[in-house]
């Protein structure tokens, strides 16, 4: 079955360093790929997504994640964090079943930015 | 503004009453769902609906209901509630094949004591 692991349930960066947050995926056949981003009381997001070619793909706020079939990975990264970055990322794929899309959601990392 | 609009944004329920979460799109997508969201868990699937008039079972339907009349509404009813389905409710849609992304409503907290 599809499923999405996000290994790290809190990661605290400085304001202005770089970011990175994991996302592996298992899936049989090549995967449709998402981030979304859930502030504070808030619904989620959509930042990016992947579905096929160049696997460095540009979403809004300035991330970025690259899709690499070989670690069945999809990284989220930022070359410089704000502290309104601040907020839960959550990764998902989308499991095809009777002819529609489903996204399966990953738990999700906390961003706590630190000034 | 285009979206989803969810209601009420937060509820206290005592275990046993009858609950129904509102929610209402302005897309006109035809898919929508309803996930809840717990911590450590992510937000998982409730109940779908791929076109209005049809609704599907999703991971965790157990203790839930929907029905969608109509293109843009899709409310989800909890029959009985217990303890266990205390949690955020968000509502979502996207067109037909998903794959554009989802737009979420603000959510549902509901507590059931």
């Known amino acids: 079955a599809q499923s999405v692991t996000q290994p790290d349930i809190h990661i605290t960066v400085s304001e202005g360093a770089s970011l990175e947050l994991r996302c592996n995926y298992s899936?049989?056949?090549?995967?449709?790929l998402f981030w979304y981003v859930q502030s504070p009381g808030q619904g989620l997001q959509l930042l990016l997504k992947?579905?096929?070619?160049?696997?460095l793909v540009q979403g809004i706020k300035g991330f970025e994640a690259e899709f690499k079939r070989s670690q069945s990975s999809f990284n989220l990264r930022k070359p410089s964090v704000h502290w309104s970055d601040a907020a839960e990322y959550f990764c998902?794929?989308?499991?095809?079943?009777?002819?529609?899309?489903?996204?399966?959601f990953g738990a999700g990392t906390r961003l706590a930015v630190h000034p | 503004i285009a979206g989803i609009t969810q209601a009420p944004t937060s509820q206290i329920l005592a275990a046993g009453r009858r609950m129904t979460l509102r929610c209402t799109q302005d897309?006109?997508?035809?898919?929508m769902y309803w996930y809840r969201q717990d911590l450590g868990l992510g937000l998982r699937l409730i109940h779908y609906s791929n076109t209005a008039g049809t609704t599907g079972k999703g991971e965790v339907p157990d203790g839930y209901s929907v029905s969608r009349a109509n293109t843009d509404d899709f409310p989800l009813t909890l029959a009985s509630a217990v303890p266990s389905q205390t949690s955020v409710y968000f509502c979502?849609?996207?067109?037909?094949?998903?794959?554009?992304?989802?737009?979420f409503g603000s959510g549902t907290r509901l507590t059931v004591v």
């Open positions: 992947y579905f096929s070619g160049d696997t």
């Open positions: 897309m006109r997508h035809n898919a």
């Open positions: 899936y049989g056949a090549t995967p449709y």
């Open positions: 998902a794929v989308a499991r095809f079943s009777g002819g529609y899309n489903k996204l399966i």
């Open positions: 979502a849609s996207s067109d037909s094949q998903g794959l554009g992304g989802y737009t």
